[in-house]
């Protein structure tokens, strides 16, 4: 490890070129992880009745809704093994790795010819999206300065609301010209960016000098973080972040398909480009989220935004999927929708590489994030389900608000990280 190059370690205020270098690669690591992750979201429609051979609204929704599922399942479980591999091998290489993982397979979705290949290349693209975050998120924590850290974390955290916007506008081009399969096959093409990542970033010299002095196997790391110290923190942030998650994706793997019923059998063929724009909307709200949070989170905390965040995304959901019966008032809710409901995600993208010491970090927020993503499944699944027994894709969505009480009773669990020095 003596022989690794190493970035220098943080300093008390200063923002210099290593440290832009390291948040411009964590951003598009995390962009083009957001655009792979949303594209099938927004081809979920016309790829799933495609291969189904159907038009029915209910059976393509349940049928994505499972796809969704055992992809978000494959994303926690991909987030919690490469958050390990970061601690033992670099932060860097470890991104490099999950990067040619997920943009690999998402452009092989493209050549699936049933729904059950297109659900497997989409779990191993999920492997690598759920672990790039773990990396990319360790990287800025260890390289930024302690004033500028939870800044850098939401600029970083910015990038899935660009990444979705890509997504979007990969599918109002491509889509028409190309159908679905095209859509996907783009997906490849953020394998290029590793090459830069491996040349121009090198390992944070802060987990070089850890890593050196605590050589212990992949196990004792993982364990680390059920220990006395870290266990109360690790559960705080499972439940934090999966409340948040569940909350959000029960929904969002829903709307689409709500869209489409929403267009009418008339306009049905519109259905790609609408729910584009309508995804664009959201993404636009949650990158406002992201910039508010870049001052609240130092102004009333990582946990009271977090409080505020759930809150108003409980509100927001619950109105969204019971009061909104036309296409013109959903467009209108998508902003203050993405704002609140996606935004928030940055709420525990702040907390979640406060809560550990740098020996586990990425474990430990790999572990809370990647984990929560994989308990997500329940969301997009029990929504799918309950499509039969509400007989309504709204009212199916609208139950999964409730996980948002989850986070809001375990934050009150966590320690307030605003101000306190990183570990090691």
């Not at 979705?109 to 659900?119: E, I, K, V």
């Not at 519109?270 to 993404?283: K, N, T």
Request: glycine share 12%.
């Amino acid at each position: 490890m003596s022989m690794a190059r190493s970035l220098p370690p943080a300093r008390a205020e200063a923002i210099g070129r290593t440290e832009w270098i390291v948040l411009i690669s964590a951003f598009l690591g995390w962009l083009f992880d957001s655009m792979d992750l949303n594209l099938f979201t927004l081809v979920l429609f016309p790829s799933v009745a495609q291969l189904l051979g159907t038009r029915d609204p209910h059976l393509i929704a349940q049928t994505g809704s499972v796809i969704m599922a055992i992809k978000l399942l494959c994303w926690g479980l991909g987030g919690v093994i490469f958050g390990v591999v970061a601690d033992r091998v670099g932060r860097s290489r470890t991104m490099v790795l999950t990067i040619v993982i997920y943009a690999l397979f998402t452009g092989l979705s493209g050549f699936a010819q049933s729904w059950w290949q297109l659900a497997i290349l989409q779990a191993l693209a999920g492997f690598g999206i759920g672990g790039e975050w773990s990396a990319g998120a360790a990287l800025i924590a260890e390289t930024w300065p302690e004033k500028h850290r939870a800044r850098a974390m939401q600029l970083m955290q910015m990038a899935f609301a660009f990444g979705f916007f890509v997504a979007a506008l990969d599918n109002l081009i491509i889509g028409p010209l190309g159908g679905w399969r095209w859509v996907l096959g783009l997906g490849a093409a953020p394998a290029v960016i590793t090459l830069a990542i491996r040349q121009f970033v090198p390992e944070p010299e802060r987990w070089v000098r850890v890593r050196e002095k605590n050589e212990t196997s992949s196990a004792e790391t993982f364990f680390a973080i059920f220990r006395p110290g870290l266990l109360r923190k690790t559960v705080v942030g499972v439940l934090t972040a999966s409340g948040m998650m569940i909350g959000c994706w029960g929904g969002l793997t829903l709307l689409p398909a709500w869209i489409v019923q929403l267009l009418g059998n008339v306009r049905a063929a519109e259905g790609p480009q609408i729910v584009s724009y309508a995804f664009m909307l959201m993404m636009a709200g949650a990158a406002l989220g992201y910039l508010t949070l870049i001052w609240t989170t130092e102004a009333i905390g990582r946990r009271g935004s977090y409080i505020l965040f759930a809150v108003v995304s409980l509100i927001v959901s619950v109105y969204l999927f019971t009061s909104v019966h036309t296409l013109e008032g959903l467009m209108w809710v998508m902003p203050v929708y993405g704002y609140f409901v996606i935004g928030g995600f940055g709420t525990f993208a702040a907390y979640l590489p406060e809560l550990f010491p740098t020996r586990v970090r990425a474990t430990g927020q790999g572990f809370c994030w990647n984990f929560a993503r994989a308990v997500t499944a329940i969301g997009p699944l029990t929504a799918g389900l309950l499509i039969g027994t509400f007989g309504s894709i709204p009212l199916a969505a609208a139950s999964t608000c409730v996980f948002f009480l989850v986070g809001l009773v375990a934050i009150f669990f966590g320690p307030e990280t605003r101000g306190v020095a990183l570990q090691d």
